[in-house]
């Protein structure tokens, strides 16, 4: 890969503080097996916002698919479905959803909402004629993070035969994606009366903001701080997670999002309380290095460690774990 690309990819915002901080919020976590519990053949299946999941782990959002490997997005989407998992499609792909869409498996499609409202009416409804199951807002952008890397290495925009296709309008031009500092609210309202799909939200990490997503009508909520690539310094995912959890109390699923790396991370996740989990930077580098091959097995992976975890922590199912089998240092 580029190593301009790579950085891309792996970079987060500021000193990344928080990029790092992520994956050591499940260094400082231990599980607590309980024994005895006859958990004989596990059973992975979960259902969240309505979409059946043969594991609790999803492809995250990711950006430019093509700049990690020449079959991008579509062979991300065909190892996810040959693993068995859902994807979903970043509205910044470089290949459109429906391309995306004809390469199987479930989906569900992560918008930022654009001050142009028709515009992103246009886009949900493309998102739905192919076939997506949920609609992932994200919420934690009203600007563009300051990402180090990119702007010593000049990255502004894509190379020359590459777009962001599913900012395609429908004369065929490709628009920019506009961060809005005037969203609030009544966005997501607007939302939910221009498509039936279920809608979560992805960026949440504040208590109180997980209160008024149950209030808004919210299918759902993502744990997330934009695996750090956005503002420097929040808080990590994982520290996040119990409050939320707290917050929305079962009314609606929490899912979460940031420095999920092996299948004992899902298991802490799960155990705290989150009903499935996002990865992204592990899928793309198993894109960049094997392609749709590479995608499979890395999610694949992650369900065999999650299935032997779940043994051993003494769990025939995710809803089994509890938080007291979550210790802290």
Same mark, same amino acid.
């Given at each position: 890969?580029?190593?301009?690309?790579?950085?891309?990819?792996?970079?987060?915002?500021?000193?990344?503080?928080?990029?790092?901080?992520?994956?050591?919020?499940?260094?400082?976590?231990?599980?607590?097996?309980?024994?005895?519990?006859?958990?004989?053949?596990?059973?992975?299946?979960?259902?969240?916002?309505?979409?059946?999941?043969?594991?609790?782990?999803?492809?995250?959002?990711?950006?430019?698919?093509?700049?990690?490997?020449?079959?991008?997005?579509?062979?991300?989407?065909?190892?996810?479905?040959?693993?068995?998992?859902?994807?979903?499609?970043?509205?910044?792909?470089?290949?459109?959803?429906?391309?995306?869409?004809?390469?199987?498996?479930?989906?569900?499609?992560?918008?930022?909402?654009?001050?142009?409202?028709?515009?992103?009416?246009?886009?949900?409804?493309?998102?739905?004629?192919?076939?997506?199951?949920?609609?992932?807002?994200?919420?934690?952008?009203?600007?563009?993070?300051?990402?180090?890397?990119?702007?010593?290495?000049?990255?502004?925009?894509?190379?020359?035969?590459?777009?962001?296709?599913?900012?395609?309008?429908?004369?065929?031009?490709?628009?920019?994606?506009?961060?809005?500092?005037?969203?609030?609210?009544?966005?997501?309202?607007?939302?939910?009366?221009?498509?039936?799909?279920?809608?979560?939200?992805?960026?949440?990490?504040?208590?109180?903001?997980?209160?008024?997503?149950?209030?808004?009508?919210?299918?759902?909520?993502?744990?997330?701080?934009?695996?750090?690539?956005?503002?420097?310094?929040?808080?990590?995912?994982?520290?996040?997670?119990?409050?939320?959890?707290?917050?929305?109390?079962?009314?609606?699923?929490? #899912?979460?999002? *940031?420095? @999920?790396?092996? /299948?004992?991370? =899902? $298991?802490? &996740? !799960? %155990? #705290?309380?989150? *009903?499935? @989990?996002?990865? /992204?930077?592990? =899928? $793309?580098? &198993? !894109? %960049?290095?094997?392609?749709?091959?590479?995608?499979?097995?890395?999610?694949?992976?992650?369900?065999?460690?999650?299935?032997?975890?779940?043994?051993?922590?003494?769990?025939?199912?995710?809803?089994?774990?509890?938080?007291?089998?979550?210790?802290?240092?």
């Amino acid at each position: 890969m580029d190593p301009v690309h790579q950085d891309f990819f792996e970079g987060g915002a500021g000193r990344e503080r928080t990029l790092a901080a992520n994956e050591r919020a499940f260094e400082r976590r231990w599980i607590v097996p309980r024994v005895l519990r006859a958990t004989g053949e596990r059973d992975l299946e979960v259902t969240v916002a309505g979409t059946s999941l043969a594991a609790p782990v999803l492809v995250a959002p990711t950006a430019f698919h093509r700049l990690a490997h020449p079959d991008g997005e579509a062979a991300t989407a065909r190892g996810a479905a040959a693993a068995g998992a859902a994807m979903v499609v970043s509205m910044a792909a470089t290949q459109p959803v429906e391309e995306i869409a004809a390469a199987g498996g479930t989906l569900w499609f992560q918008l930022y909402p654009q001050p142009d409202l028709d515009f992103t009416e246009y886009v949900v409804k493309r998102a739905e004629s192919a076939g997506c199951r949920a609609l992932v807002v994200t919420v934690d952008s009203p600007v563009f993070g300051r990402r180090e890397r990119d702007l010593r290495n000049g990255f502004t925009d894509l190379p020359p035969g590459y777009a962001c296709e599913n900012m395609r309008d429908a004369t065929g031009r490709v628009r920019s994606i506009v961060m809005d500092a005037t969203a609030g609210w009544d966005r997501i309202a607007w939302l939910r009366g221009v498509t039936g799909l279920p809608i979560l939200l992805k960026g949440i990490l504040h208590p109180a903001d997980a209160r008024l997503a149950v209030e808004h009508g919210a299918a759902g909520v993502i744990v997330s701080n934009h695996g750090g690539r956005q503002l420097d310094g929040v808080i990590p995912t994982l520290d996040a997670l119990p409050a939320v959890v707290a917050a929305v109390d079962g009314q609606i699923p929490v #899912l979460l999002d *940031g420095g @999920v790396r092996c /299948g004992t991370d =899902v $298991v802490i &996740a !799960l %155990a #705290l309380g989150a *009903g499935a @989990v996002l990865v /992204g930077r592990p =899928v $793309v580098r &198993a !894109l %960049a290095t094997g392609g749709a091959v590479g995608v499979r097995e890395a999610l694949e992976r992650f369900t065999t460690e999650l299935d032997q975890a779940l043994a051993l922590a003494g769990a025939r199912r995710p809803a089994d774990l509890t938080p007291d089998q979550v210790a802290t240092r």
